[in-house]
Structures are given as C-alpha cells and as structure tokens.
C-alpha cells in the first residue's frame, strides 16, 4: 500500500473538496471548487448538476496536481455528499433539468400539505424518521415537479440524489445508498426500504425510485472510459458509494457509538448522535436517518443557517474588506473574527435571530427570518459580526437541549467539526453559550470526507470494521473549556434570545404570507 490514496470527495452545498488520504488516514492534500446556488424566487434554491461535474473534474485536477500523486496510486474514489435534492434522470442518466431544487428549497408548501392530508404528519414522521417541514424533502419536491412539468415527471427513469447523480455519470449505475434515502421523505426508516404504500398513496410511481438501496461501503463500479478522460483517471479506477454528508461526518467526527455526539457548522449547523435505533418526540423535533455504520442510525437537529449568515454579512456589510482581503491572498472570515473579537460577550447587547434560511431546528417553522435585535447608534461593526456568532451558537445551544432530553443524559463534551471550528473565537463562544467541553479533532474541517474515507477503506479492505477505521483515523486535536464568568452572560442573554424569537413570530408570518402568494 506504499504511496496508494483513497480519494474523497465532499459536495455540500457551496461546493466540493476533493481530499487524498493515505492508509494510515493522514490528509495528504485537498483543494476546494465552489459553485453557486441561485434564488429566482423567495422560497427557491437551485444549483446545476452541471457544476458539480465541472467542479469534480476541476478540483481532483488540481489535488492531483498539487500532491504529485498519479492517477494510478488512486485506491479508489468515493462520496459525501448533500441530501435531500431528488434529481430526475432519464435511462440514459441524463439530467432533465439544468437546474435542480437544492435541499434548502421549500417551494413546495401545496405539495407537502397534500401529503400531511393524505398521510398524516405524525404518520409520516414515524414512517421516515423526518421530523423537518415535509416541504423540503424530496417527497414533496417531486410531486412539485409532477404538477408543475408533468412531462419531465414522465420522462424520468429515476430520481436520484446527489452525489448519486455522479456515481451514476461515473459508472452507469443507478444506486443510492441507505444514508441518502433515508433523507427523501420516501423510505420506510425500519425496514430500510421505500414506504411503498405511502409513496403510491401521494401519487408517486415507485418504479422511479433508486432500484438498488446499497450500505454506503459498496464497491458499486469502476470509473468508465468517458468520465476517465474527462476526470483525468485511470479507466477502471474502483468508485465506492459513499452516504449523505450528515451521516460522513457523523463518522469523521468519531460518532458511531451510544455516549458521543457532535455539532457540525458549516453554511448549515446540526447537531447528532449515534444510536442503535430511531428517536422520536411528540414534537417531531429529531430526526432520524440511517447511518453510513450498519445497525445504527444518526438522530439529528438541524439549523438552516449557520455559516451562510456569517457568509452573507461578508458579502453584503463587509464587501469591500473581502474583495481586498482576497486580493491580498487573505481569508476573509480570520478577518472578521478578528474584528468580531473586539468586542465584548453579549456583544453590547445585541441579540441576532439566526433564521436567514427557514425551517430549521428547533422550531421548524418556515415563517423564520433573520432579524438584529437591540440595534443602537452605539453599536460598531464588531458587535454586529460577535452577535451573529453568539446568535447562530444560542440555536444550537437549543438544539443542544432538546438532543439531550431524547437521549436522557447530558453530553459531557461535544465534538465540534466543519468550517466553524477553524475560528478559536467561535470554539470559545460555543464553550460558554452550552457551558460544554468543546472537543476538536485533527481533522475537524475535514469531517465528511475523513468519513467518506472510512467507508472507502471498509470497501477496500484496509481495515476490517468501522470501528478499526475510527480508531486509526480519528484523534482528538484540542478540549476548550467553558469560563464560569463569561458562561453567566450568556446565561443571562439566552432567555432574551428565546423571548425575540417568539415575538417575532407573526410578524414573520405575515412577511411568509405576503411573500409566497401565488407560489403553490
């Protein structure tokens, strides 16, 4: 195995990181392709498939390139990979449409009230383990697109995932893995297979589902001679599936196991856990997905905006810093932590309501906006930019709770993992906002492709379980403690974060209302 890789690929929803580990687990190199999400509508959120292969191409290009290592020592290649996106393919694998709804697109409201009709919501959440608004997964997207273009509908073969839609471009195949599908609104969470009489009973024809629901560990195909050429591999390079990129990280962050749980913060934050069988609550608050480890599930809290605020206000309130700052070869956001960390916890006051993509834990509301509350003349930029980490942190800290509550004991320490974790301030910040032990690990932006690693050594026989692959792969890198006397600030501010949320309510109601008319 001297020299070999495993080549990972991670597509989340700003872009794909393609990532060269060695058997040992070490990072050899990764390089980053971005790709653009595009909003045509208030509750829309598209992407092109198109960009996703250009970006796979261009990024395993560029790896290859910057580590020296030739197509020929490449192990194998496998997935993480965005979920909740049902993408329609023709028999050809064709895509069907340039652009595909993303998982933060919830246009589909008319569609997923049918289903609560037909269904029932407490039916459909302890059928598939999906506790979100039925809006935004696939279930109801598809039958937006049955309604809306009834011949596209017609002309689909399959609708497939998203890294799916690559494995299929690479090998022929039309498979999906357990992960994945568990995240459709469509499968039976239990049985680990579609809910065939409730996919039929909304109207959806279960022939155009996935034939083949594999574990994520499958050797499914070799990269064939076209994708070869355009990718720049060897033909016959072995492709293994890969999973949905919750349940990767939940695996490259070590969570495999009853006792351990992580918070994940990249443009969105979740937070999960590892048990041995599904979790539910009477308010649909968890959901549960079946995990990339055989026998065992990962029970999740999602919010939808986490990184993405702190991206927006780079875009928007720090425009001018960023373009310079990435002239000057810089990272934007180590510049406005810096600045952020001039001011003070609390940041003087100021409450930030993270909600600038909707829908999201705890509250699972599609009404949510984002909101500066408090807002004075005596607030600086720094409050501004302090405030919406401490703001993005007081949901997760919600999430926290109500995690802990369905597991029944408090999590000693939590892992946390993505791009979030890079910032010192924002691990200082999520230790007093939980008053936890904030663990990283030295791979801890890497998470979801360390995972998807793992599952590629399970395939390829480097290690003999999951377990052996965790142990080698994972370690803890750093524990941050909380500090009693900044923990009691934000102790005290929480409760007004709770009280801004809930009175601005039907104001956001009103907005939703105003801004979806026509849109069923």
């Known amino acids: 195995m001297q020299g070999k890789v495993i080549l990972a690929h991670d597509f989340g929803t700003t872009g794909n990181k393609a990532s060269l580990y060695d058997p040992d687990g070490q990072l050899i190199q990764s390089c980053y392709r971005p790709y653009?999400?595009?909003?045509?509508?208030?509750?829309?959120?598209?992407?092109?498939?198109?960009?996703?292969?250009?970006?796979?191409?261009?990024?395993?290009?560029?790896v290859l390139s910057a580590s020296k290592i030739t197509p020929s020592q490449i192990l194998g290649l496998t997935f993480s990979g965005q979920m909740m996106?049902?993408?329609?393919?023709?028999?050809?694998?064709?895509?069907?449409?340039?652009?595909?709804?993303?998982?933060?697109?919830?246009?589909?409201?008319?569609?997923?009230?049918?289903?609560?009709?037909?269904?029932?919501?407490?039916?459909?959440?302890?059928?598939?383990?999906?506790?979100?608004?039925?809006?935004?997964?696939?279930?109801?997207?598809?039958?937006?697109?049955?309604?809306?273009?009834?011949?596209?509908?017609?002309?689909?073969?399959?609708?497939?995932?998203?890294?799916?839609?690559?494995?299929?471009?690479?090998?022929?195949?039309?498979?999906?893995?357990?992960?994945?599908?568990?995240?459709?609104?469509?499968?039976?969470?239990?049985?680990?297979?579609?809910?065939?009489?409730?996919?039929?009973?909304?109207?959806?024809?279960?022939?155009?589902?996935?034939?083949?629901?594999?574990?994520?560990?499958?050797?499914?195909?070799?990269?064939?001679?076209?994708?070869?050429?355009?990718?720049?591999?060897?033909e016959g390079t072995p492709v293994i599936l890969g999973g949905g990129d919750v349940a990767c990280a939940a695996l490259g962050a070590g969570v495999v196991r009853e006792g351990s749980a992580y918070n994940y913060i990249g443009s969105a934050s979740w937070l999960a856990v590892a048990p041995p069988q599904p979790i539910f609550d009477d308010q649909m608050r968890p959901f549960t997905l079946c995990h990339v480890v055989p026998d065992r599930y990962v029970v999740q809290l999602a919010m939808f905006s986490a990184g993405v605020a702190f991206e927006w206000f780079r875009d928007q309130v720090c425009r001018m810093?960023?373009?310079?700052?990435?002239?000057?070869?810089?990272?934007?956001?180590?510049?406005?932590?810096?600045?952020?960390?001039?001011?003070?916890?609390?940041?003087?006051?100021?409450?930030?309501?993270?909600?600038?993509?909707?829908?999201?834990?705890?509250?699972?509301?599609?009404?949510?906006?984002g909101a500066l509350v408090g807002l004075t003349l005596a607030h600086k930029r720094e409050d501004i930019l302090r405030a919406v980490l401490?703001?993005?942190?007081?949901?997760?800290?919600?999430?926290?709770?109500?995690?802990?509550?369905?597991?029944?004991?408090?999590?000693?320490?939590?892992?946390?993992?993505g791009g979030g974790s890079k910032s010192a301030l924002w691990r200082e910040i999520e230790a007093n906002i939980l008053n936890?032990?904030?663990?990283?690990?030295?791979?801890?932006?890497?998470?979801?492709?360390?995972?998807?690693?793992?599952?590629?050594?399970?395939?390829?026989?480097?290690?003999?379980?999951?377990?052996?692959?965790?142990?080698?792969?994972?370690?803890?890198?750093?524990?941050?403690?909380p500090k009693e006397e900044i923990a009691k600030i934000y102790e005290q501010q929480f409760p007004l974060f709770n009280r801004a949320y809930s009175a601005l309510c039907p104001v956001n109601d009103d907005l939703h209302r105003m801004s979806n008319q026509g849109d069923g």
């Not at 401490?390 to 993992?417: D, H, K, S, Y």
Request: charged content about 25%.
């Open 85 to 234: 996106a049902g993408i329609p393919v023709d028999q050809k694998g064709k895509i069907l449409q340039k652009n595909i709804m993303l998982w933060a697109d919830h246009r589909s409201g008319k569609q997923a009230q049918d289903i609560k009709d037909k269904v029932g919501w407490q039916t459909f959440y302890h059928t598939t383990g999906g506790g979100m608004e039925i809006a935004l997964y696939p279930i109801a997207k598809i039958l937006w697109l049955k309604e809306k273009f009834p011949e596209i509908y017609q002309k689909t073969h399959k609708f497939l995932g998203a890294k799916d839609v690559l494995v299929l471009r690479l090998t022929g195949r039309f498979v999906t893995d357990h992960s994945d599908a568990s995240n459709t609104g469509l499968l039976d969470i239990h049985r680990k297979e579609w809910a065939a009489d409730m996919v039929r009973e909304v109207g959806i024809d279960l022939d155009k589902l996935s034939d083949e629901i594999l574990p994520a560990h499958t050797s499914v195909g070799k990269v064939g001679k076209q994708a070869a050429k355009e990718i720049g591999l060897l």
């Open 36 to 62: 653009a999400t595009h909003y045509p509508q208030p509750t829309w959120a598209e992407q092109s498939p198109d960009d996703w292969w250009q970006a796979l191409i261009d990024s395993t290009q560029e």
């Open 436 to 481: 936890k032990k904030i663990v990283t690990l030295t791979a801890h932006q890497e998470a979801n492709s360390l995972g998807a690693a793992i599952i590629a050594g399970v395939a390829l026989g480097l290690f003999e379980s999951f377990d052996e692959g965790v142990e080698k792969y994972i370690k803890k890198k750093e524990t941050i403690e």
């Open 321 to 369: 810093e960023s373009s310079d700052a990435q002239q000057r070869g810089l990272d934007p956001y180590d510049l406005m932590t810096e600045e952020a960390s001039i001011s003070v916890p609390g940041a003087q006051g100021l409450i930030f309501l993270p909600n600038l993509r909707p829908g999201g834990a705890p509250h699972n509301n599609l009404s949510d906006r």
């Open 390 to 417: 401490e703001g993005v942190t007081f949901n997760i800290r919600l999430m926290c709770e109500a995690m802990e509550e369905q597991v029944g004991v408090p999590f000693p320490e939590l892992r946390m993992i």
